[in-house]
């Protein structure tokens, strides 16, 4: 174990401010997304999409679409080609339980805008031209989409999706000390609906490469669950299909499964032997997954000090009628707070959407949400501070996992330093009390936390005699900092420029990772790199310490060091040589290893891994006009160590930004009676535009941990993890009101 | 986005003559709105008449005031050094609308005529009158937070959606166009409808008629007025409510009042009763609730919008505020005043 990549003890690159190594390529456009690429013979699919939510499809008229000059086919549930019979071959690696929805499959529908037709062109306008002549006629049924209606049907769900913990066993008696509490705070929580809405749409580009072979380029998150999803759908040889997605414009979860452009493509193809390119359009990326609605009733009770004596968090979150997508919501809420009796529980009730899915920090934000929220609450009733009821409730240890110690939690120090630097010591604890002109102020505050994962994943590292080092694996980039972090670990484990070292990912012919998501990429695809690159330092130094003369003859690895491009003994520099010579001179064309990183399983029975933060909101409130303007916020931020602090700033400035999103903007709108989103495009659907971004500081508090060699614990969510309770508390110092239905919109501050 | 023929007219007569031939022809200048409701199969023109090169595309003093080009670009029009002097209610409402690329692509006869954003209108999959007559209007007793509140119909409760024709509608500007039958002005609170029995008409456009100018009056109340806009987020989102507002002031009291309300009604929402009884009152928050209090009698609220008229009142007192203090509310600074 180190504290640096570098065996000299500092690193050059590792842990300081580095652009990203791909960012030219995407400003200039030269970095290519998946329906970007292109094929002599490629064809052109738009889809159809049912307007009803329920029902069946009673006919379909193509006649007047495939007239069009310019159709080559148009593809229903009526002409599709066969694919696998069975439901299990449509399980992707992150699939929920359940039989996972295929498109075109019968006549049964299941969702608004579900896919009923794709019609396949020369030209993508002639497609979308001939898909406006598709003529469908629906049997409709009444499709309940509102899960306040159907909290009496929710259950259990029998079948628990992997990687997913659900609540665990009530420890004490949680009713009776509810009932017998001197304070009791019990209210109800919910979120809006959102969806995931990257900028880059989805869309497969699948290229006929002959023989029976394809290139599928496919926006991802995981190139290896789209390879392993094409190749069960389709009856394919693994080796018949690479699938391969350098860049993601921005995924978000919505990329962690394969979703129906990619069979649609694929469908086409085969039936077709040619390229096909689906893209779906905006209003489209309404139809296949969002963060689930969730009716959340959070019941705590409370001496006079504030300190817990009961605790129930109880969930009901929407799920599709065919599978169970299961996300972690109440846990949170033991893991932040001690409490002797704990009570949660976890249930879903169907509805007549599409499955639901994973969105970032899925679980945490809905959950964390309801739990900061009604901790400010009960601060408010017994009068306490909020940080210091949150350090009176304070957990040194997870309670849903036995009483299992953290690896490390710095929350306290975040809250320290988070506090300090935002002047919470001069907060006027009165709600209404600090006005501002015409408008009141408020300052608020909540904790955020997130689990420390890692996966199984591996990096293949090729050092070539020029000095250049060529590091690889499967994983995506998300526009988090990738590309950027592995690069500098090369760079500082061989002793390398950053310039001397290319990254490549998101390519099934590259080495095996994992699907990118879960904030799990650093330490594990990081460790790999560091692994292989140590791999690769070590055959060099052996050729070294083997050639004649050498400069290291009779030196141990552990005595030399990488630096500058070279490889020296550690107290006597001046016995060193060049990589470059080092291989020339052996004669050597290049040198290879893959590393490979998995959890530490001793680690992980000791200890719980969590990352944690502190987020104080500054909110400006006109009252009278209900306009809420978020002109502050600092988050204090507990997550290991940190590689880059650009990226890694970046990473929570853009969970903030989204969180803000969360708190005031975001909404998909249904309308029940058609079950069906309406607001489905960008000019209507809000997301933060710049004027509604103000001052946001990033710190990030220092922590030293060992559940992975790097000490690493992921930034993808934790930014955006409780950063609307913050706000929603906020702007209830401000006015006294208090929202606990988000977004807070104009109507809810007016009402 | 179906199949058109394109051509360029030449002239302004060139232009009528091929709209009148074929009734399913339209227009297309800066397509800001237009191509996006070809792309949702709203519109599906059989042939778009290219109208961006004619000569209609500059800003000329007329009689006291301004002739704008039906072909002035919204951006132009706003920094124009003119507007900003003498109607600055007119360059702060075209800058409280779209984005910056909007602005530049749009133009002004174009921004008249943009169609509602209400969901249903633009979502073929679901009934709409405006689209398709006699269809049915989901948005009554569906999604219609964003709808009208004022002169709504059975058939139809959208919005127009412009933030320039609200205050084109206070400063009582005029619509000059051309048509089949010749030239003729329209008054601007004639020129929107109310969507009654017919929703699919939103103006009183004659078939082949063709926007040339809108033309603004001397008064431009550049010393006291305002455009207050509120929505959902701070920039790039169509009001909830929007309120131009312009005074003149003969100390504390009231010579006239103007007063559009935007985001509220099928058309800019004028008031002139609420106008006339402003006129001789001091110009106290007094006043203005009683002037609010008149307008918002006759709202009537839809099943998620009620809010709008609590807004709208609330919205109105603090624009005409805004306005007596000569503090018009800033397009940069998100603050309201």
């Not at chain 2, 103006?203 to 806009?229: C, N, Q």
Request: one cysteine or more.
């Amino acid at each position: 174990m180190t504290a640096t990549f570098s065996p000299t003890g500092r690193d050059t690159y590792v842990g300081t401010a580095r652009s990203r190594v791909d960012g030219p390529a995407k400003v200039t456009g030269l970095a290519k997304y998946a329906g970007e690429f292109a094929a002599p013979d490629l064809a052109h699919g738009y889809v159809v999409s049912s307007r009803i939510a329920k029902g069946r499809i009673l006919s379909i008229d193509t006649s007047d679409a495939e007239k069009v000059p310019g159709v080559v086919k148009v593809l229903t549930h009526e002409n599709r080609p066969r694919t696998a019979f069975l439901a299990m071959n449509y399980r992707d690696m992150v699939a929920p339980p359940g039989s996972p929805f295929r498109a075109l499959y019968d006549d049964k529908i299941h969702f608004s805008g579900q896919p009923v037709a794709l019609v396949v062109a020369e030209d993508f306008e002639t497609a979308r031209f001939a898909a406006s002549l598709v003529r469908v006629t629906y049997e409709a049924e009444t499709p309940a989409t509102e899960i306040a209606e159907l909290k009496d049907l929710a259950y259990d769900p029998p079948k628990k999706r992997s990687g997913i913990k659900p609540p665990p066993e009530p420890w004490g008696d949680a009713d009776a000390a509810f009932d017998g509490a001197p304070v009791k705070v019990r209210e109800d929580y919910r979120l809006a609906i959102e969806h995931h809405n990257p900028m880059e749409p989805h869309a497969s580009t699948v290229v006929r490469e002959g023989d029976g072979k394809y290139t599928v380029y496919d926006k991802t998150q995981g190139v290896a669950n789209s390879h392993g999803y094409l190749t069960a759908v389709f009856g394919l040889n693994k080796a018949d299909v690479r699938v391969v997605n350098p860049y993601i414009g921005g995924g978000f979860g919505s990329g962690l499964r394969p979703q129906y452009q990619l069979f649609l493509a694929m469908l086409a193809a085969r039936d077709l032997d040619r390229s096909v390119r689906v893209v779906l359009t905006r209003d489209q990326m309404w139809t296949f997954t969002h963060r689930p609605d969730a009716l959340q009733t959070v019941s705590l009770g409370a001496g006079p000090d504030g300190a817990l004596q009961a605790l129930k968090h109880d969930v009901i979150q929407e799920t599709s009628r065919y599978e169970d997508y299961q996300e972690t919501i109440p846990n949170w809420s033991g893991v932040l707070y001690r409490c002797d009796n704990v009570a949660m529980s976890y249930r879903l009730a169907q509805t007549d959407m599409a499955t639901p899915g994973d969105m970032r920090a899925p679980g945490a934000v809905t959950g964390v949400f309801a739990i900061e929220t009604a901790m400010d609450e009960l601060a408010q009733a017994t009068g306490q501070d909020p940080i210091a009821l949150r350090l009176r409730n304070y957990a040194e240890a997870d309670a849903t996992a036995g009483g299992k110690p953290f690896g490390s939690k710095e929350l306290k120090e975040a809250l320290r330093q988070g506090a300090e630097r935002f002047g919470w010591a001069r907060r006027n604890p009165e709600p209404r009390s600090t006005r501002e002109g015409r408008e009141l102020v408020g300052w608020g505050m909540a904790c955020g936390i997130w689990e420390a994962m890692m996966q199984q994943s591996s990096v293949h590292a090729a050092l070539t005699p020029d000095g250049r080092l060529e590091l690889g694996n499967a994983t995506g980039d998300l526009g988090t900092g990738t590309y950027t972090i592995l690069t500098q670990i090369g760079a500082d484990a061989l002793g390398l420029r950053m310039e001397d070292v290319t990254v490549k990912l998101g390519d099934t012919r590259l080495a095996e990772a994992p699907v990118a998501g879960g904030s799990w990429t650093a330490a594990s695809s990081g460790t790999a790199a560091m692994r292989a690159c140590r791999d690769i330092a070590e055959q060099a130094f052996r050729l070294a310490r083997g050639l004649d003369e050498s400069p290291l003859a009779n030196v141990e690895f552990d005595r030399v060091v990488l630096e500058g491009g070279r490889i020296a003994v550690a107290d006597d520099p001046a016995r060193s040589m060049a990589l470059t010579d080092v291989l020339r001179k052996a004669g050597v064309e290049r040198l290879e290893a893959t590393g490979k990183a998995a959890p530490d399983k001793d680690h992980a029975k000791q200890f719980e891994s969590y990352t944690h933060s502190a987020i104080f909101a500054e909110v400006k409130v006109d009252e009278e006009l209900g306009q809420v303007r978020v002109t502050r916020i600092v988050s204090a931020i507990a997550a290991g160590k940190i590689l880059n602090t650009k990226t890694a700033r970046s990473q929570i400035l853009g969970g903030i930004v989204m969180g803000i999103g969360s708190a005031l903007e975001e909404e998909s709108m249904l309308d029940h009676r058609l079950g069906r989103f309406m607001n489905h495009n960008l000019g209507e659907y809000h997301v933060p535009v710049n004027a509604d971004i103000h001052d946001i500081e990033v710190i990030f508090v220092d922590e030293e941990d060992k559940a992975n060699p790097l000490g690493v614990k992921g930034l993808g969510e934790i930014g955006i993890v409780g950063t609307a309770a913050a706000i929603a508390n906020a702007v209830f110092h401000a006015t006294g009101k208090r929202v606990r239905h988000l977004p807070i919109t104009v109507d809810k501050i007016l009402g | 986005m179906n199949r058109f023929e394109y051509v360029r007219a030449g002239t302004v007569s060139e232009a009528v003559a091929a709209l009148a031939a074929d009734p399913s022809a339209r227009f297309i200048a800066g397509g800001t709105n237009l191509v996006d409701l070809m792309k949702y199969n709203v519109e599906r023109p059989s042939r778009l008449v290219d109208i961006s090169r004619l000569p209609l595309d500059a800003i000329e003093e007329r009689d006291g005031g301004l002739r704008i080009g039906a072909l002035v670009p919204n951006a132009t029009l706003a920094y124009d050094e003119r507007v900003r002097a003498r109607y600055p209610l007119l360059g702060d409402a075209l800058l409280a609308g779209a984005s910056a690329q909007l602005r530049n692509a749009a133009s002004t006869g174009g921004n008249l005529n943009q169609r509602t954003r209400c969901y249903y209108f633009y979502d073929e999959g679901t009934p709409c009158n405006k689209r398709q007559p006699g269809s049915g209007c989901p948005a009554i007793g569906g999604v219609n937070r964003i709808h009208a509140i004022f002169g709504t119909s059975a058939h139809c409760i959208a919005t127009h959606p412009s933030d320039m024709c609200v205050a084109l509608a206070a400063l009582d500007a005029t619509v000059r166009v051309e048509g089949p039958k010749g030239e003729r002005s329209i008054a601007f609170s004639d020129y929107h409808r109310l969507p009654g029995d017919d929703p699919q008409r939103d103006t009183t456009l004659e078939p082949g008629e063709i926007v040339l100018s809108v033309d603004l009056p001397e008064r431009g109340f550049a010393e006291r007025y305002t455009y207050l806009k509120l929505r959902d987020r701070l920039s790039y989102a169509f009001a909830l409510v929007s309120v131009a507002a312009a005074l003149d002031l003969d100390g504390d009291t009231i010579r006239e009042a103007r007063l559009a309300l935007g985001g509220v009604a099928h058309k800019p929402w004028r008031n002139r009763e609420a106008e006339a009884l402003l006129k001789g009152k001091p110009a106290t928050r007094d006043s203005f609730q009683a002037a609010a209090d008149l307008i918002v009698r006759e709202a009537q609220p839809q099943s998620q919008n009620g809010f709008k008229i609590e807004l709208a009142r609330r919205a109105i007192v603090r624009g005409l505020e805004q306005a007596a203090a000569g503090t018009p509310q800033s397009s940069s600074d998100k603050r309201i005043q």
